[in-house]
């Protein structure tokens, strides 16, 4: 994992299913690029997309380590991982696990429902379903921990470079 360049952002790792990680200096190239991230937490892609229906879903973990930045201010006494962090969590994964290494770019955020906690030392498993929706790549997300759902996601994505 990178060190944070400041106290509310860091600089993000996305790592593959063999263990890699995104970069020049790994030679992994794609879809997968740095970004800054309020999430310290690396991207672990367990099963990559595809908007084939008969395939399964993709799967991304991210650990939600206790020295998350965010947790000194949500809630020192009673830390509980933001639902805007539970949303960039999705965000990531779904750019980790674009079916056949399409260029993404977030369009929107077409819904998001928090229904449990995400609490340090979690595992935050995300399961993705792709679709395509008109000219764009809809991502349909379950974000769960090993209490249960946490959140119910809907991210659109515009697809190519010139995104």
Known sequence: ???APAAHSAVSDVTGPAG???GPATGVTGPVRQMVS???GAVLVVRPGSTDPDAPQARAEVRIDASEP???GHYPEFPIFPGVCVVECVHRSAL???PSGA???LAALDSARFVGAVFPGDVLGIDITWKA???RLRCEAVASTGRGTAAKVRLSYAVG???
């Open 161 to 163: 470079a010139s995104a």
């Open 70 to 72: 965010v947790f000194e």
């Open 96 to 98: 980790a696990t674009a």
């Open 38 to 40: 309020p999430v310290r």
């Open 103 to 105: 260029d993404l770019t």
């Open 20 to 22: 890699e990680t995104a």
């Open 133 to 135: 929706v008109d000219d």
């Open 1 to 3: 994992m990178t060190a």
